[in-house]
């Protein structure tokens, strides 16, 4: 009894095998059997309904039955979506940072207004949006318009301002949020420039007039084969360091007179260099460092010259002119020097008077003020018939 029980036992084993491997068996068999039994129906063998099933084991021990693996499934051949990408290592979705490398926009932080440029692959600002390296996102330009058409000009950083129409000189104040040029520039066309002084280039007239005292421009700079151009004083006036600014040059019918407060205003005049500014009454006297003193300068033809006298070295006969009445600047009779005033023949030739006009009030004597005045209390009283 046992016996048969073992059989059974084995029995039933090999047809549960026989089942789980018998799917891949059947495929790898010649199926010539099953032709020819279809060759026989289409000829007619209608009384043959139980065909020969070939026994899968047949030939074949056990062990190798239970080994046998089932066919590998994969999707290799199957066709992907266009619109997926293929996303690189390492990176996943809004997390790359500004100047990283991306291949859509999908990978750029977006939160921080990044998008991808195809022409360099790496993740940059929205339009209208500059990158602040202390939030490591993009901020909107000040200046520009939002999505709803509303301009914005609340800003956080300086480089909202910079970037926008303020331009480089400018920067964000924190308390009003308002953008702001800086301290050493000025909003000019709406934009900032840097104030300028003579010298320094320029891009326009305002820029230079705007930011310099007195009258200015932006002038080309003779010579300059780059078309640079530079600050400089208008026509008719000149710069003075002292005061930092451009002053009017004295007016050359009124020289000797004009009002000033810088010897450069008469010396640029047609007075010359033997001006000064009689800092006493702000006006344009002749004057000669080198020789001080009413006798030793005197205006001639709105121009200051150094007294000539008779047989003293000249280079023109204006100079001789200009303290001697009729005289003229000619040759020497002598090597040692080339020209002299001279009196011509049949001439007569005075020394010319000075004038308190056109001198330095502080190079007339004392005495001279005490003839002046003591002449005047007399000729006052004779006139008035007083003894």
């Not at 499934?73 to 790359?96: D, R, Y």
């Amino acid at each position: 009894m046992k016996s048969h029980l073992v059989l059974l036992g084995i029995f039933l084993v090999f047809t549960v095998v026989g089942l789980v491997s018998g799917s891949d068996d059947f495929e790898s068999l010649d199926f010539e059997s099953s032709e020819e039994s279809e060759e026989h129906v289409g000829h007619g063998d209608h009384h043959n309904h139980h065909q020969f099933v070939p026994n899968p084991f047949e030939g074949k021990s056990a062990p190798e039955a239970v080994v046998a693996s089932p066919p590998v499934i994969t999707n290799s051949n199957a066709p992907k979506l266009e619109s997926q990408k293929a996303v690189p290592l390492g990176m996943g979705t809004n997390v790359s940072g500004f100047n990283e490398t991306c291949n859509s926009s999908r990978i750029c932080n977006t939160v921080k207004e990044l998008q991808c440029v195809e022409t360099n692959s790496t993740c940059q600002c929205n339009k209208n949006f500059v990158y602040a390296a202390n939030t490591e996102g993009c901020l909107r330009i000040m200046g520009t318009q939002d999505a709803r058409g509303i301009m914005l000009n609340d800003c956080t950083q300086d480089v909202q301002c910079q970037y926008g129409k303020w331009g480089t000189y400018s920067r964000c104040e924190k308390a009003s949020r308002r953008c702001q040029c800086n301290a050493d520039a000025i909003f000019i066309d709406d934009t900032c420039m840097l104030n300028r002084t003579v010298g320094d280039l320029c891009v326009s007239h305002k820029q230079c007039n705007l930011t310099i005292v007195g009258e200015a421009v932006c002038k080309l700079i003779e010579g300059s084969s780059a078309n640079t151009y530079a600050c400089d004083c208008a026509i008719g006036h000149i710069w003075d360091n002292h005061h930092k600014e451009c002053l009017k040059v004295a007016i050359p019918e009124k020289a000797i007179n004009s009002t000033c407060k810088s010897d450069r205003q008469c010396q640029a005049s047609s007075l010359g260099n033997l001006s000064r500014c009689d800092h006493d009454d702000l006006q344009c006297r002749c004057h000669d460092p080198v020789k001080p003193g009413n006798e030793n300068v005197i205006v001639y033809k709105n121009i200051c010259y150094t007294r000539k006298y008779i047989n003293d070295t000249c280079t023109s006969t204006l100079e001789c002119e200009a303290g001697i009445t009729n005289s003229v600047c000619e040759e020497a009779p002598s090597y040692t020097v080339e020209k002299i005033c001279k009196c011509p023949n049949g001439k007569k030739c005075e020394t010319r008077k000075n004038s308190a006009m056109g001198i330095f009030a502080s190079d007339i004597s004392r005495s001279t003020l005490l003839c002046i005045a003591v002449a005047t209390l007399v000729f006052g009283r004779i006139s008035t018939g007083h003894p």
